[in-house]
């Protein structure tokens, strides 16, 4: 099993950044894409942002692309999504999420290709 936790959310003015992040725990062995998706009030879940094992490849969803990036640690079993320029319509629950790949290049961007996924942190823009 694998734990995922997103601390980092919170309140934050238009045009501001927040960093969240996405430590994963437990059974972690082996190599696994990460992403982010986001739930806003009253409407389903859409991918965000996800990245490769070995950070190669990227993908952003069209209406963070420019404004958000991830990164990440494998050392740490950590990836940051760094959000700049917060609009309120980026108000959403944030979930992380983990898919196991076969290659280090291989990317994941729908919900059922992860396999374990956060509990949600909040981030709210207020305008």
């Known amino acids: 099993q694998v734990h995922l936790v997103e601390p980092g959310g919170g309140l934050v003015q238009a045009g501001g950044s927040l960093r969240p992040a996405c430590a994963a725990s437990g059974r972690t062995f082996g190599i696994y894409a990460m992403g982010w998706f986001r739930q806003a009030a009253g409407q389903e879940r859409d991918f965000v942002a996800a990245?490769?094992?070995?950070?190669?490849?990227?993908a952003y969803a069209n209406s963070v692309k420019d404004r958000f990036t991830l990164s990440r640690d494998n050392a740490k079993n950590t990836v940051w999504l760094q959000m700049n320029s917060l609009k309120p319509e980026d108000t959403a629950v944030y979930y992380c999420?983990?898919?196991?790949?076969?290659?280090?290049?291989?990317?994941?961007?729908?919900?059922?290709?992860?396999?374990?996924w956060g509990q949600g942190t909040q981030v709210t823009v207020s305008s």
């Open positions: 990245v490769s094992w070995d950070d190669t490849s990227t």
């Open positions: 999420a983990l898919g196991r790949t076969i290659t280090t290049t291989q990317i994941k961007s729908r919900e059922w290709e992860f396999d374990y």
